[in-house]
Every structure is written in structure tokens, then in C-alpha cells.
């Protein structure tokens, strides 16, 4: 079945974030309405002064931007770029794909935010040190990374006298 979704329409939630830097309207999630599979999408108003989401990538999500009207700075690993309307940005998997906009004019920047949803993702965020297991949003310091096999020794305790040889 064929969806389309008219603009006039659309109503938008403002979210703001602890830190007031990060804040902005967002629809409500598109890709519900529709029931897609394997694509989460949505539209997106950042305001002028404001960050989209903290610097991040994803490790099992691809992503695309199509700016709809205004501009906005965004932040790359190897530079920071203007967009301007009729722009399309995508953010492969991994590191190289890492991305955060900010709205640097007046007006503000409307855009389409379209990612994979195969399952499970981890979003890393490099300025925090901080991963995220999506779609759960559990919040983890990187650097608390631990050996494959710790706590692991005592395995036949688990497993009982019976398994025990």
C-alpha cells in the first residue's frame, strides 16, 4: 500500500535534551504509521542555536538526511561542512560515518532522518567515550570494557557435581 504523508499534516514534539543545548521537534515516527520493516523515518526541525543528537555512529544502522529547507552545520571525522536545502548526506556503518548537526542560522532546519532497522544496533558517541544499545537505550561507558572471560572461571560451579568430572 502506497503512504503518502502530507506536510500540512505532520504535528511535531518538541524534545529537549538534559544538557539545553540538544533540542529539537521531531514528528512522530513515520515509519509506524506505514509499519515498515526495515526502515525507521521521521521528520525533524532543529532550531536556530541547537545540536541535533551528540556526535555519534552507528555500528549496524546506515543513515541519510535530506535537508527540506535551511541550512545547518554538520560535523564530520574529517571536517565540518555547511548543508543547504535539497542536500542529501548519507552516514555509512562504523567510525567514517560519524555525524551531529548544528543549526548555525536564524531559521530553522527542517530535515528527513531515514535509517536502516535490521535489529539491534550500538550507537558510539567518540566525544563521551559512551555506547548505546538501541533499540533498548542502555547508556554504557566505553571504557569499562572487560576480558571475554572474565568471571567465567568457575563454570563447573554452574553446572553442578552431576556435570562435574
Given at each position: 500500500m502506497v503512504h503518502i504523508f502530507n506536510e500540512e499534516k505532520i504535528s511535531y514534539k518538541f524534545k529537549e535534551a538534559k544538557v539545553t543545548e540538544f533540542a529539537w521537534h521531531s514528528s512522530q515516527e513515520l515509519s509506524k504509521i506505514v509499519d515498515s520493516q526495515n526502515l525507521k523515518f521521521d521528520l525533524r526541525l532543529l532550531d536556530?542555536?541547537?545540536?541535533?543528537?551528540?556526535?555519534h555512529f552507528h555500528r549496524n544502522a546506515e543513515e541519510i538526511f535530506i535537508i527540506l529547507s535551511g541550512k545547518a552545520m554538520l560535523r564530520t571525522p574529517k571536517e565540518f561542512v555547511e548543508l543547504n536545502e535539497g542536500d542529501i548526506v548519507f552516514f555509512e556503518i562504523g567510525p567514517e560515518g560519524a555525524h551531529q548537526l548544528y543549526n548555525?542560522?536564524?531559521?530553522p532546519c527542517k530535515?528527513?532522518?531515514?535509517?536502516?532497522?535490521?535489529?539491534?544496533?550500538?550507537?558510539?558517541?567518540?566525544?563521551?567515550?559512551?555506547?548505546n544499545i538501541l533499540?533498548?537505550?542502555e547508556v554504557y561507558q566505553k571504557n569499562s570494557t572487560v576480558d571475554y572471560f572474565k568471571g567465567e572461571d568457575k563454570v563447573k560451579e554452574k553446572w553442578g557435581e552431576e556435570f562435574s568430572r
Open positions: 536556530s542555536g541547537k545540536y541535533s543528537y551528540p556526535y548555525h542560522t536564524q531559521k530535515y528527513l532522518d531515514i535509517r536502516t532497522d535490521i535489529g539491534i544496533d550500538v550507537c558510539e558517541y567518540p566525544d563521551s567515550n559512551k555506547i533499540p533498548y537505550q
